[in-house]
């Protein structure tokens, strides 16, 4: 895979190519301190993932995002030391927000699911099926844009990570466990309700009646599976 970070401060550059450079499937890094620049390289070629600093003297991270090519879009992770721009980053459909001074295993699990994600969704024949979803709903992987009977469905990042999982086993049951390690990378021994809070949360946007779901069902005590 080929990654582009973009930080107006060298040390954050360099602290993250670190990290980079310790994952094999990381080929090339390139590097970018405004985000002019970083406009300029998206438009030379379409990496696969884009690092991107939110606060920069002359672009921010968001209209860094928004020139990345539409036709084979990037995973976008944002790596920002504040967190008040998290709303914003859901809206545009990140695949991660991370905060500095970040975890090098966070890093690392980030680029491993973004590599799975994109490996998953750029398959032969892809593009011939670029839509998926269930009942009303509608997915596209192109756009990251979830639509309900039409009107486009606000999703945050999570919630989109965890629908696409969900989606991607064509209605296999996932389990809870599963869940979190492909959707938020954590370990074997952690247990958490973060599943169960964000499928609720689906629920309540892509249901027609949240508390009597048809679609993303629960399958007792293991998991979940889309039902369409």
Known sequence: MRAIIVDDEAPARRRLRGVLQQIPAVTRIDECASGRDAVELLKRGAPDLVFLDIQMPDLDGFAVAAAAAEERPPAIVFVTAYDEHAVHAF??????????????????????????????I??????????????????????????????MAELRPKEY??????????????????????????????????????VAMLRRKLEHDPAHPRHIVTVRTFGYRIER
Do not use: C, N
């Not at 905060?99 to 490996?119: M, N, Q, S, W």
């Not at 099926?129 to 009977?149: E, I, K, N």
């Open 91 to 120: 809206e545009i459909q990140a695949f991660d927000y991370l905060l500095k001074p970040f975890d090098d295993d966070r890093v690392i699990g980030t680029v491993k699911r973004a590599a799975e994600f994109l490996e998953w």
């Open 122 to 151: 750029r398959r032969p024949g892809a593009g011939d099926a670029a839509l998926h979803g269930f009942g009303d709903v509608t997915v596209d992987f192109a756009t990251h844009q979830v639509r309900r009977a039409g009107r």
């Open 161 to 198: 990570a965890l629908l696409v999982a969900l989606l991607k086993r064509g209605g296999r049951v996932a389990s809870r466990l599963e869940l979190l390690r492909e959707v938020w990378g954590y370990a074997d021994d952690v247990m958490s309700r973060t599943v169960d809070t964000h």
